[in-house]
């Protein structure tokens, strides 16, 4: 079995939910395939059970609605709604530079949720490497200014859970002479 680096203390520390509590952050990262998404996803749905509302958005994804939703007028809106939640997960944080745009926006959801609200961010770009892929370094100060001084950091080690072994054939081709005879 590969070790992915985890301290066992610490994953049931925060499966009790005191950083809910506290309005305080988890920073998960690790290469592709780690189990970095799947660990974000496992303290999500406890925090649910623990009925905390809960949401989950993956960047790339969030950019485009925010955008969207700038255009359509329905920005305040949706800020508000990501700015209520009790959870927010952001997965695949810096997969991508931001544009001026999106670090603004960014900028005001981690404004309206400091020290109100939590968040799980997964990443496969170390946290030293955020100030650069934000940007702006006025606004990158910012942004981590309201994110990773009250994380809670858990790296993930090893290698892709993805390569484990070959996946046999989805589909079993039951009678391959009728296969053969139809090509």
Same mark, same amino acid.
């Given at each position: 079995?590969?070790?992915?680096? /985890?301290?066992?203390?610490?994953?049931?520390?925060?499966?009790?939910?005191?950083?809910?509590?506290?309005?305080?952050?988890?920073? /998960?990262?690790?290469?592709?395939?780690?189990?970095?998404?799947?660990?974000?996803?496992?303290?999500?749905?406890?925090?649910?059970?623990?009925?905390?509302?809960?949401?989950?958005?993956?960047?790339?994804?969030?950019?485009?609605?925010?955008?969207?939703?700038? /255009?359509?007028?329905?920005?305040?809106?949706?800020?508000?709604?990501?700015?209520?939640?009790?959870?927010?997960?952001?997965?695949?944080?810096?997969?991508?530079?931001?544009?001026?745009?999106?670090?603004?926006?960014?900028?005001?959801?981690?404004?309206?949720?400091?020290?109100?609200?939590?968040?799980?961010?997964?990443?496969?770009?170390?946290?030293?490497?955020?100030?650069?892929?934000?940007?702006?370094?006025?606004?990158?100060?910012?942004?981590?200014?309201?994110?990773?001084?009250?994380?809670?950091?858990?790296?993930?080690?090893?290698?892709?859970?993805?390569?484990?072994?070959?996946?046999?054939?989805?589909?079993?081709?039951?009678?391959?002479?009728?296969?053969?005879?139809?090509?």
């Amino acid at each position: 079995m590969v070790t992915r680096g /985890l301290d066992r203390r610490q994953i049931l520390s925060l499966g009790q939910g005191g950083w809910l509590k506290a309005h305080e952050q988890i920073i /998960l990262t690790g290469q592709t395939g780690t189990g970095k998404t799947w660990l974000a996803c496992a303290f999500a749905h406890q925090a649910a059970r623990m009925d905390y509302s809960v949401a989950y958005a993956r960047m790339p994804r969030l950019f485009e609605d925010l955008a969207t939703a700038r /255009l359509d007028g329905r920005f305040p809106k949706l800020i508000d709604k990501l700015a209520r939640v009790q959870l927010l997960v952001l997965d695949d944080w810096g997969t991508h530079s931001l544009t001026d745009q999106q670090r603004l926006d960014l900028l005001e959801l981690f404004e309206e949720r400091y020290q109100r609200r939590s968040t799980i961010i997964t990443a496969q770009l170390p946290v030293s490497g955020w100030h650069q892929m934000i940007g702006e370094p006025t606004i990158a100060d910012a942004i981590l200014d309201r994110i990773i001084h009250n994380a809670h950091r858990i790296e993930l080690k090893g290698d892709s859970m993805r390569r484990k072994s070959p996946k046999p054939e989805l589909t079993q081709n039951e009678n391959a002479e009728i296969i053969s005879q139809d090509q």
